[in-house]
């Protein structure tokens, strides 16, 4: 029997929350997609998304929460969007959902994902408008397969590699992690800690209690902003929201042990924090804040991500992922991941055909150019 499908407006809360642990419980989604996250999500942003759901003989086997917005063309007009699991304002989505996509029951995964998009631009109607597109961002591989399978048009905003580091094969190697490196990182890692340790052990902490972890919270963002605005940028501390969640997510998730925050020491002298969410046997790496000195030697993100790698290795989690992004510390530190996509997929309407075209039609010049440059430069 083919799964149906259905928009519910207005879900209260608490039934929104029950019908996704039960689907939850039976699936195997990535901590953006449990309830710690999505109900995080809500509740601090204070949305009502639409629900999308999906059933198959009667019990749920897809949810996915979707905002509606206005995403305005380049041509001049408004296009009728939704936004999957995300709310497609900027000062909301500061957060950064990834591994993105639908919950589904473990025998429909790669079998409904193709359907639930081909439903959504089958001119369904959210917040009293037909939807023209669907915005998916950060998405993994098998959300680009399935909207391929789909037959439906979509658009490749962005597309960003990952990094992770296998530790169920770190451990079946028999080797130390570290020795499962390159010899130049693993050469400036071992000098970076010899000269840390003379100012004493170094240590990694979890923080045990909600107010030890909000204090050392609000030390991670004092580092991380003076980095960033170092560098001229805001970081994400400048947004209210940003810290607003974390700060939820900590009150909600410490105890549970699916949000953790790590001090890392020299002797008594904090060198950073990290934030992991911790979620089956699966570590992401979320948030740094790293203090750094003009010593060049000394390497303190590297040694900071390092003690928390060996600390869950020896724990026995199975994954340690640093997600999208091709920072050099990542590719250093783990081995490429999934590639992370930002997709839209659209119906064939005629303004967004035309609008397609003329992408297109940009994109060959661009790389024409590109072409003609270099021999026009010879």
Request: charge should be positive; aromatic fraction near 10%; include cysteine.
């Given at each position: 029997?083919?799964?149906?499908?259905?928009?519910?407006?207005?879900?209260?809360?608490?039934?929104?929350?029950?019908?996704?642990?039960?689907?939850?419980?039976?699936?195997?989604?990535?901590?953006?997609?449990?309830?710690?996250?999505?109900?995080?999500?809500?509740?601090?942003?204070?949305?009502?998304?639409?629900?999308?759901?999906?059933?198959?003989?009667?019990?749920?086997?897809?949810?996915?929460?979707?905002?509606?917005?206005?995403?305005?063309?380049?041509?001049?007009?408004?296009?009728?969007?939704?936004?999957?699991?995300?709310?497609?304002?900027?000062?909301?989505?500061?957060?950064?959902?990834?591994?993105?996509?639908?919950?589904?029951?473990?025998?429909?995964?790669?079998?409904?994902?193709?359907?639930?998009?081909?439903?959504?631009?089958?001119?369904?109607?959210?917040?009293?408008?037909?939807?023209?597109?669907?915005?998916?961002?950060?998405?993994?591989?098998?959300?680009?397969?399935?909207?391929?399978?789909?037959?439906?048009?979509?658009?490749?905003?962005?597309?960003?590699?990952?990094?992770?580091?296998?530790?169920?094969?770190?451990?079946?190697?028999?080797?130390?992690?570290?020795?499962?490196?390159?010899?130049?990182?693993?050469?400036?890692?071992?000098?970076?800690?010899?000269?840390?340790?003379?100012?004493?052990?170094?240590?990694?902490?979890?923080?045990?209690?909600?107010?030890?972890?909000?204090?050392?919270?609000?030390?991670?963002?004092?580092?991380?902003?003076?980095?960033?605005?170092?560098?001229?940028?805001?970081?994400?501390?400048?947004?209210?929201?940003?810290?607003?969640?974390?700060?939820?997510?900590?009150?909600t998730c410490l105890a549970k042990g699916t949000v953790e925050l790590l001090r890392v020491c020299a002797g008594e002298e904090a060198?950073?924090?990290?934030?992991?969410?911790?979620?089956?046997?699966?570590?992401?790496?979320?948030?740094?804040?790293?203090?750094?000195?003009?010593?060049?030697?000394?390497?303190?993100?590297?040694?900071?991500?390092?003690?928390?790698?060996?600390?869950?290795?020896?724990?026995?989690?199975?994954?340690?992922?640093?997600?999208?992004?091709?920072?050099?510390?990542?590719?250093?530190?783990?081995?490429?991941?999934?590639?992370?996509?930002?997709?839209?997929?659209?119906?064939?309407?005629?303004?967004?055909?035309?609008?397609?075209?003329?992408?297109?039609?940009?994109?060959?010049?661009?790389?024409?150019?590109?072409?003609?440059?270099?021999?026009?430069?010879?």
């Amino acid at each position: 029997m083919p799964p149906a499908f259905e928009i519910v407006n207005d879900l209260p809360r608490d039934a929104l929350a029950a019908m996704w642990d039960q689907l939850e419980r039976r699936a195997n989604p990535p901590f953006f997609l449990s309830w710690d996250w999505i109900g995080g999500w809500i509740d601090t942003a204070d949305l009502r998304p639409a629900i999308l759901v999906g059933r198959e003989g009667g019990a749920v086997v897809l949810l996915a929460a979707l905002m509606p917005a206005m995403r305005p063309s380049p041509l001049g007009w408004q296009v009728p969007a939704l936004h999957l699991n995300a709310a497609g304002r900027a000062e909301l989505d500061i957060i950064t959902v990834e591994y993105n996509g639908f919950m589904v029951a473990p025998e429909w995964v790669g079998r409904i994902e193709a359907a639930a998009i081909g439903y959504l631009l089958s001119g369904v109607t959210v917040a009293g408008q037909r939807r023209d597109e669907v915005h998916i961002k950060t998405a993994s591989a098998p959300i680009d397969a399935a909207m391929v399978a789909s037959g439906v048009r979509f658009t490749e905003v962005q597309r960003k590699p990952s990094f992770r580091i296998d530790l169920d094969a770190v451990r079946a190697s028999g080797k130390a992690y570290l020795d499962t490196l390159s010899a130049n990182t693993r050469q400036q890692i071992r000098r970076s800690m010899r000269l840390y340790e003379k100012r004493g052990a170094l240590t990694a902490t979890r923080a045990t209690t909600v107010a030890e972890a909000l204090a050392w919270l609000e030390a991670l963002g004092e580092l991380h902003q003076s980095y960033w605005v170092a560098r001229g940028e805001p970081g994400a501390f400048a947004h209210p929201y940003f810290v607003a969640f974390q700060r939820h997510m900590l009150r909600t998730c410490l105890a549970k042990g699916t949000v953790e925050l790590l001090r890392v020491c020299a002797g008594e002298e904090a060198i950073g924090y990290v934030y992991n969410f911790v979620y089956r046997g699966q570590v992401y790496a979320y948030l740094t804040g790293i203090k750094y000195e003009d010593d060049s030697k000394l390497k303190p993100g590297l040694v900071n991500h390092v003690l928390c790698i060996e600390a869950h290795l020896a724990e026995g989690a199975a994954i340690y992922d640093f997600m999208a992004g091709d920072n050099r510390y990542k590719a250093n530190l783990g081995q490429p991941g999934p590639d992370m996509f930002y997709l839209i997929a659209q119906r064939a309407t005629p303004r967004l055909r035309l609008e397609g075209a003329l992408r297109a039609a940009k994109n060959q010049v661009a790389q024409w150019r590109a072409k003609r440059l270099p021999a026009a430069v010879e």
